[in-house]
């Protein structure tokens, strides 16, 4: 089994995401009593959120860069960035290491070309939706470009993760928000939508929305279990008892 390299933190509510369902897949796959070979470098969620306010990606590069070279000195095989919105800067990240980066934005796009999906609609951080890197890099991967909520609705995603979800808050209201989002994103012409932020499957089921859900955080975890496992992986048939 390889060791598979986590920046998290960013919020520590979807990296505890991200530890458990990566232990489910090795478990599934290799029996009950096994677990990930994992490594964790959590950074402190508040000083990136300042650095991404000021419009201070080049610090912010330089946080993520630090924490995947502390994993590749500590024995990472791979890096993950635990996060949607930090995947703006997963090509310096990728130049600071020599180890592979299992990069969310591809394989996301992946899972919709697989599954013939050609306009998604991206639920995602103000940055995720509105900077473009995420658009451009999917569209020139897979053909796909997603489409994003109106403005008032983008700042309306923007704010149940910032002040809800990533402070540990899940509440009714604002998940009824969200699917009207996707509602009105299936009205505007979307045939799925993706839950481009970590956090935001801690609110939405993608298996229970008017549109094909695509959870990149589930999506990121299965591109690193099949690196930390080998593409051949997958869950053993389970004799009766």
């Known amino acids: 089994m390889k060791r598979i390299g986590l920046i998290g933190g960013m919020s520590w509510e979807s990296t505890a995401v991200y530890y458990r369902l990566l232990n489910e897949t090795v478990r599934a796959v290799e029996g009950p009593l096994h677990s990930a070979d994992i490594l964790l470098h959590s950074v402190n969620f508040a000083e990136i959120v300042e650095m991404q306010r000021a ?25 993950l960035i635990c996060t949607n919105t930090m995947h703006l800067v997963s090509a ?5 290491v020599s180890i592979p980066l299992v990069d969310i934005i591809e394989e996301t796009g992946a899972s919709l070309a697989s599954a013939g999906r050609r306009r998604p609609l991206l639920l995602a951080t103000r940055y995720t939706m509105e900077h473009g890197f995420y658009a451009d890099r999917m569209e020139a991967s897979t053909g796909i ?4 909520p ?30 009207a989002i996707v509602e009105r994103g299936r009205e505007a012409g979307a045939d799925s939508v993706i839950l481009g932020c970590t956090e935001i499957v ?31 992986g997958q869950p053993r048939e389970r004799k009766a008892a």
Do not use: N, Y
């Open 55 to 79: 419009g201070r990606w080049d610090l912010a590069a330089e946080a993520l860069c630090d924490s995947a070279r502390r994993l590749e000195r500590a024995g990472a095989d791979c890096v």
């Open 202 to 232: 801690l609110s939405l089921d993608p298996a229970a929305q008017v549109l094909p859900g695509f959870d990149s955080t589930a999506i990121h975890v299965a591109a690193a279990s099949r690196f930390a496992l080998g593409e051949a």
């Open 92 to 96: 310096e990240v990728q130049a600071a």
């Open 145 to 148: 470009r997603p489409m994003v």
């Open 150 to 179: 109106k403005a008032e609705d983008r700042e309306s995603v923007h704010r149940i993760i910032f002040e809800e979800l990533c402070a540990g808050r899940v509440l009714d209201a604002s998940r009824r928000q969200l699917q």
